[in-house]
Structure formats: structure tokens, C-alpha cells
């Protein structure tokens, strides 16, 4: 009789055993399969682009198609399955008249000037460009809102048009490699342009700077842990020319041009310039016009450029290549 109570007893513990043993793994397999491994944050627009003040990761901005309203929109605001176009306060027509005009200024500066202008109290708008490692690339016009890479996108693309569907065309060749429509074709990098686009702009950092000119190596893209800023695009080794800011002086001051394209060094890993923006001559002064995030500004605005180029580490130019836009239709007539 005590055997076989003693019996029951044992089965008794060993059915309590093993079932705590199927619940622990039943708890161990739901704990392992919820979790999730973030995937890393990384900038679309570094046209990321965008960089340190604006090219680096914007967590509160989403850069997908889903990103945009799409109600109440503009009924210049157009949806295409491959495209996004906002005119904000333009139309075609009004561009076409805007285009045109500043074709008709032969001076490659005065042309930069006055198209820049146009744009002074825009609101800076980051991450405007769709497309990343795993959202297909879509080409974007935005001109309700701008950073600092796709404002000097629009003015490069406009001072060799004619007409807005030409800028079109000259955009898809400023932003993209071979103007093609592609993630990994995209300019992420300023110094991209030089390397990429080299009929229409070329550095002058060095002829500006001289002997003060610092030379660099750097691998773009590749953060000092090798993890990737821009997954999905290959890093790639550069050397980069920046004039220190410590070394501005009358002679550097007297070789910049209006119209210049000016990138912000940084010694950041995996970066080239931390912003960018374009340079106006004012007598003896010299003014940067950028789209900035600086709380008290967030617009495109003009400021002094020596000024603010004292808190950086230094500076990097392109400069645009002379080119005055020609009506093809009209040229092909004459000829």
C-alpha cells in the first residue's frame, strides 16, 4: 500500500516537472521570437543628400512615399507612380518665365545670384528625396520646402536651362549619375559633383587656398566601426583639398567668385562636409546663401560667411564651369 502511494507520488512530481519544463521553453521560444533587432537609422537625403548640420540622420522625418499628405494638397502638388513634383508658390508657367529670363544673363555669377534670390525665405524642409536601400528611388522636385544639398541641386540644374522641363532633364544630371533614377546612382556627397559632373563644375580649393590647402584622405560612406552612414552604397575613397579656417585670409578672400559652391569641412568619419551652401560677393563682404535648421532662421537665408566659417574647421569650393543654356530647337535651326 505505502508503495504504491509512494508510487503515485513520484508520477505526481514528475508530471509537475515536465510540464514547468514545456512552459519554461514555450516562455524561452516567445521571448527569443519577439525580439527584434533595430534596423539602423540612416538619412535618405545625403542629396542625405544632406550632412552634418542637415546631412545627418533626421529621426523625426520619414523618407517615404507614405511621408507626404495627401489631402488638401496644392493643385500644383503632382503624384506620378515614378515622380513627386511641388511647385510650392510657382507653376510651370511662371518657371518657364523665370528660367528663361536668367538664360538671357550671360554672366555665369550674376545668373547664380539672381536665381538663388528667388528662394530667400524658403522653409528648410530635410528629407525630400524618396528613395533608400529598400524604398525604390523616385525623382523629387520639392520647392515648397528645402535643404541645404537640394537647394544648390535646383539652382545648379536651373542656371543651364532654358525652360522647366529642361531643368527637369538638367536635374536628373545634377542629382543622379548618368541622370540615372536609382538609390545608388544618386549624389550623396558634395564632392560627388566634382567627381561625376566635371563638364560643369570643378574645384578650385586649391587654386583658392594654395599653400594653405590641407589634403585629406577619406573613405565617404564608412564610419570609423565600418559600419555604412548610407546602407546600401558603397564606400569609396577620396582625397579631399579644404582650406582651414584659420588660414582665410585677403588672398583666399580675393579669389572667391559669386556664384561658388562652398561645402562645410568636417573630420567626421565617412563624411566630406557637413554643409553646404552657395557664395555671394558683396563689395568686401562675403555672404553664404544656405538653407539652414538653425532654430532662428529654418528658411533659406543670407548671413556672413566669414563669420560662420570661423566656428568650423574650414571649407571646401566647387565652382560652377561657365555654361550659358541654349535653345536646341533654335540652334539647330541657325546651324
Not at 529670363?101 to 524642409?125: C, G, H, P, V
Not at 520647392?143 to 535646383?154: H, I, Q, S
Not at 588672398?251 to 568636417?266: C, F, H, L, R
Request: charged share 30%; with cysteine.
Amino acid at each position: 500500500m505505502r508503495k504504491k502511494i509512494s508510487n503515485k507520488i513520484i508520477l505526481f512530481f514528475l508530471i509537475i516537472i515536465l510540464t514547468g519544463c514545456s512552459t519554461l521553453r514555450k516562455e524561452r521560444k516567445i521571448q527569443y521570437s519577439d525580439t527584434k533587432i533595430p534596423a539602423p537609422a540612416f538619412d535618405t537625403s545625403i542629396s542625405g543628400h544632406t550632412y552634418g548640420e542637415h546631412f545627418l540622420p533626421d529621426k523625426k522625418e520619414k523618407t517615404s512615399a507614405n511621408n507626404y499628405n495627401t489631402t488638401g494638397e496644392s493643385p500644383l502638388t503632382q503624384h506620378l507612380e515614378n515622380e513627386f513634383v511641388d511647385l510650392g508658390k510657382w507653376d510651370e508657367n511662371k518657371l518657364n518665365e523665370l528660367i528663361s529670363m536668367a538664360s538671357k544673363i550671360n554672366e555665369i555669377d550674376k545668373r547664380i545670384d539672381f536665381l538663388s534670390a528667388q528662394f530667400l525665405d524658403t522653409q528648410y524642409k530635410g528629407s525630400t528625396l524618396i528613395g533608400d536601400i529598400n524604398i525604390p528611388e523616385i525623382f523629387v522636385i520639392r520647392f515648397d520646402g528645402v535643404d541645404c544639398f537640394t537647394y544648390l541641386d535646383y539652382i545648379e540644374a536651373m542656371r543651364r536651362s532654358i525652360s522647366y522641363n529642361d531643368f527637369k532633364e538638367n536635374l536628373k544630371k545634377v542629382r543622379y549619375q548618368n541622370a540615372i533614377i536609382a538609390y545608388d546612382k544618386r549624389n550623396h556627397f558634395f564632392t560627388d559633383w566634382k567627381e561625376f559632373n566635371p563638364e560643369y563644375i570643378e574645384d578650385v580649393t586649391l587654386l583658392l587656398g594654395r599653400e594653405k590647402t590641407k589634403q585629406v584622405v577619406k573613405i565617404l560612406n564608412l564610419k570609423n566601426d565600418s559600419t555604412f552612414l548610407l546602407p546600401g552604397i558603397i564606400p569609396k575613397k577620396r582625397i579631399i583639398d579644404y582650406i582651414p579656417s584659420s588660414q582665410i585670409d585677403n588672398s583666399v578672400i580675393n579669389e572667391i567668385k559669386t556664384g561658388d559652391y562652398a561645402g562645410i569641412y568636417t573630420d567626421d568619419d565617412g563624411l566630406d562636409v557637413s554643409h553646404v551652401g552657395l557664395l555671394i560677393k558683396r563689395e568686401n563682404n562675403i555672404i553664404l546663401r544656405h538653407s539652414t535648421i538653425a532654430k532662428k532662421f529654418q528658411k533659406v537665408v543670407d548671413i556672413d560667411f566669414i563669420e560662420y566659417i570661423s566656428k568650423r574647421p574650414g571649407f571646401i569650393i566647387l565652382r560652377p564651369v561657365n555654361f550659358r543654356p541654349v535653345n536646341k530647337k533654335m540652334d539647330n535651326a541657325i546651324n
